[in-house]
């Protein structure tokens, strides 16, 4: 009986051991991670700074003053404005292949004629 006893004692150790254990690694586990947490703030704060920096790199690269000195500068001479009689107005219509039968009088324009979509320049 002094036997069973022990071994249940010592069961019972091994158990709470192995528990002891586990809490102590996740106790650890957990001041690693808290310890990294200032690092990785101090790396959001740097990430942030940069966007904030290239967006207004893009804010100015994008502004109409410095696309104005673009369009002069010796690098886009050849680009121009079209005249408005350069440009070719094609009118939206409806679908093609419309399934639906008219109903009603018959329609001598199938196209929209009010929206109208630029689509570029002649030369």
Same mark, same amino acid.
């Given at each position: 009986?002094?036997?069973? !006893?022990? /071994? &249940?004692? $010592?069961?019972?150790?091994?158990?709470?051991?192995?528990? =002891?254990?586990?809490?102590? +690694?996740?106790?650890?586990?957990?001041?690693?991670?808290?310890?990294?947490?200032?690092?990785?703030?101090?790396?959001?704060?740097?990430?942030?700074?940069?966007? !904030?920096? /290239? &967006?207004? $790199?893009?804010?100015?690269?994008?502004?109409?003053?410095? =696309?104005?000195?673009?369009? +002069?500068?010796?690098?886009?001479?050849?680009?121009?404005?079209?005249?408005?009689?350069?440009?070719?107005?094609?009118?939206?219509?409806?679908?093609?292949?419309?399934?639906?039968?008219?109903?009603?009088?018959?329609?001598?324009?199938?196209?929209?004629?009010?929206?109208?979509?630029?689509?570029?320049?002649?030369?």
């Amino acid at each position: 009986m002094n036997g069973k !006893v022990m /071994l &249940r004692m $010592l069961f019972c150790l091994a158990v709470f051991t192995v528990y =002891l254990y586990h809490i102590v +690694h996740k106790q650890n586990t957990l001041n690693h991670l808290s310890m990294q947490i200032p690092k990785e703030t101090l790396d959001l704060k740097v990430i942030e700074e940069q966007n !904030v920096r /290239l &967006r207004f $790199l893009i804010d100015s690269f994008e502004s109409p003053d410095h =696309l104005m000195q673009l369009a +002069h500068s010796p690098q886009y001479a050849h680009l121009r404005h079209p005249i408005s009689t350069e440009v070719l107005h094609i009118a939206q219509g409806s679908p093609l292949h419309s399934k639906e039968v008219p109903q009603g009088p018959k329609v001598l324009h199938p196209f929209k004629l009010h929206p109208v979509l630029a689509v570029g320049a002649n030369r």
